[in-house]
């Protein structure tokens, strides 16, 4: 205990020592912590850690085990799975609803329409190019919502709240968008188009303020927050790991993530294919309206983390404080400075004198802590656009790749759901047989290691849709003018591959965000961490605008190239830049938990003590 603990001291509220383990609750608000208010007072670690942490030995000997997840990690998942039903059974249809032209009153596809008509759906006509654009600005749209989002929930709302208010919203825009499927509306091309986007804009930002607290509020219903060695079932001593529970929860909330887009998008497809585009939005309406349901019925059964005030304001105090002195002309020593090991140390509150030391300063040492490994890990976010780059060609180049090859009978964008086929076989292959045998071979596959192979994963992805293009562009009747030509007789199962390695991509690389995202930040900033990770999707969207005028023939081979060349080129870079982060995940996740004072907590802690000093009083009287 002592050479992983230390003599380190941390600071902490005096109200504390009348029981370092007790539940502090706000009245009738269930079981809601409240981090105490920082008041100066040093208290040992030891304290707060407890006796059943593990040694240096055993967490170098004993095997690591998941904990067991709680029910309510379920229903926030169902929650997710019916919310990503929603979201990808209508995302799925918007390419040919835009580029198709509509050849059937509600858009559906001319079936046993003499050749060389093209067997698809469609609506508006509009083009690959205007497809692909507005495909990827829902993309950047739906990702960068969710900061904002984020910092309502964390500052004013509180998870539970943003999200139930949020689904309202979506239901809106969901509306909204069944309304531009109608074959009366689709009589008038450019009324279809408002009516359109803007149900598209609104279901956006529902999404905004959906996507960034269901990931951190499904992790939360997990009690455990620290290593502790325990003895299993067959009686071997093991570490139970927050680490591997959080990955274990995510791993299976990404799959019901991916449950709900596979029959979303399945069951779309082929709705908007048979029946028309109408039904391809309504029917996402109908099984998104289980999300408030859930929601009502299952909320006294959540743990809830209250708002906490602005905590995004002084935790970039604290960064621009950090940087006084450090800046140079010399960019190389501004550097150097900036990223010197005592960046963080030099402002944490005891070590700046009581009478220099700001009024915002109210947090202790661990909070300034924890707001350095939220910063580690945003740092780790910005090489993300690098990967969603070769991951949005999914939603839009991949499926209209497949529009021009043999198809079978299948609608062209059915065969994306390859991608979450994958994942839900993937999954459990990874989570019950990959890596626990990694583990039980002493094989660290740490979050860093994990997220570099997924870049390459998803560069070899790429490199596979760029081959099977080459050959799209060889034996074409119309060459390198593919899309104004006959469909190709290549059958479009040979994306399989590019599918495949997209899914195993997202195992490595997109789970683990999830993970990172919610182990590395500081408590009341959850939200704003993982709204950083989902803003790298917003950010690859608008990169991908800039590579618009390559999604169109003759250039569709260097799309894919310069796709999977950026994937490849920022694994390399990324490994190298936080391999030393690598070394030091143990001790990242082990940080004492810090305390950031606001006017909410104070009065709390203030009730508190009231509380002890009533009791006090009731034993001597």
Known sequence: MAGLIGTNVALHDTALDIGPDMKHKVPGSGDVEVAPYFEGTGTAQLAYIGEDLPTDEELHTLPRVPAKLKIGAYTIALVELAERFSFYGTTVVYTNYIKNPRLRPAGNAPIGAPKPTKIVAGALGKGAQAAAGITTFNQFWCYIIPLFGAWVADTYLGRYRTIVYSVYIAIVGHIILTLSGIPKVLDSSSGAMACFMIGLIIMGMGTGGFKPNISPLVAEQMPLERMTVATDKKGRRVIVDP??????????????????????????????????????????????????????????????????????????????????????????????????????????????????????????????????????????????????????QLNNNMTSQASIMRL???????????????????????????????????????????????????????????????????????????????????????????????????????????????????????????????????????????????????????????????????????????????????????LPTGHLGTHTQEMEIERRRSSVVAMEDLKHS
């Open 243 to 392: 680490a591997a529970t959080i990955t274990r929860v995510y791993n299976y909330f990404y799959l019901f993530i991916n449950i709900g887009a596979l029959i979303g998008q399945i069951g779309m497809a082929y709705a908007a294919y048979y029946v028309g585009f109408w039904l391809a939005f309504l029917l996402p309406t109908i099984v998104f309206l289980l999300c408030p349901a859930v929601l009502y019925f299952c909320r006294n059964t959540y743990k809830l983390t209250p708002p906490q005030g602005s905590v995004l304001g002084p935790a970039m105090k604290i960064w621009f404080y950090a940087q006084k002195g450090r800046w140079s002309l010399n960019p190389v020593k501004t550097y150097k400075n900036l990223t010197a090991p005592d960046f963080w140390e030099n402002v944490k509150p005891s070590n700046i004198p009581a009478d220099r030391r700001p009024s915002w300063m109210t947090f202790d040492d661990a909070w300034v802590d924890e707001v350095r490994r939220g910063f580690l890990a945003c740092k780790v976010f910005l090489w993300y656009p690098l990967y969603w780059i070769s991951y949005n």
């Open 408 to 590: 079978g009978g299948i609608p062209n964008d059915v065969l994306n759901n390859l991608d979450p086929f994958a994942l839900i076989i993937g999954i459990p292959i990874f989570d019950l047989i990959i890596y626990p045998a990694l583990r039980r071979a002493g094989i660290r596959f740490t979050p860093i290691k994990r997220i570099t192979l997924g870049f390459f994963t998803g560069a070899l992805a790429m490199f596979w849709c760029m081959g099977i293009q080459i050959y799209i562009y060889k034996y074409s009747d119309a060459g390198t003018d593919a899309y104004n030509g006959s469909a190709v007789n290549i059958s479009v199962w040979a994306q399989t591959g590019g599918y495949v390695l997209l899914a195993i991509s997202e195992i490595f690389a997109s789970i683990t965000s999830l993970e990172y995202a919610f182990s590395k930040a500081p408590k009341n900033m959850r939200s704003l961490v993982m709204a950083f990770s989902l803003f790298q999707t917003a950010l690859a969207s608008a990169i991908g605008e800039a590579f618009n005028p390559l999604t169109a023939d003759p250039l569709l081979v260097a799309n894919y190239a310069v796709a999977g060349g950026l994937a490849a080129g920022g694994g390399i870079i990324f490994w190298f830049q936080f391999r030393q982060q690598d070394k030091d995940e143990d001790k990242l996740n082990m």
